[in-house]
């Protein structure tokens, strides 16, 4: 099995319905950088979102995240982003 079928059983398996992978589908899922990294305001390399800051990242966290932080069970030390080639 290729990689391309591969991920055409994952979007099956995902979705519970077959549907056909594209070229740019399987390129955007090894190369999601390619037109540059997310940002969000205020987030940045060396933060540290703890208990006293972690309302402001609410947005970008999921909800179980977001509620360990928040009970200050948890913080999170952010690092750089990075894509392996």
Do not use: C
């Not at 391309?4 to 979007?11: D, I, P």
């Not at 519970?16 to 070229?23: F, K, M, P, R, V």
């Not at 037109?35 to 205020?42: K, M, R, S, W």
């Amino acid at each position: 099995m290729n990689m391309r079928h591969f991920l055409v059983l994952v979007v099956v398996a995902a979705t519970g319905a077959a549907q056909a992978a594209t070229d740019a589908d399987v390129e955007r899922s090894f190369n999601p950088y390619k037109d540059g990294f997310p940002t969000f305001p205020g987030l940045s390399a060396g933060l540290t979102i703890n208990k006293s800051n972690v309302e402001q990242f609410k947005d970008v966290m999921d909800a179980g995240l977001y509620l360990t932080v928040k009970n200050g069970w948890d913080e999170l030390h952010v690092g750089p982003t990075t894509q392996f080639e």
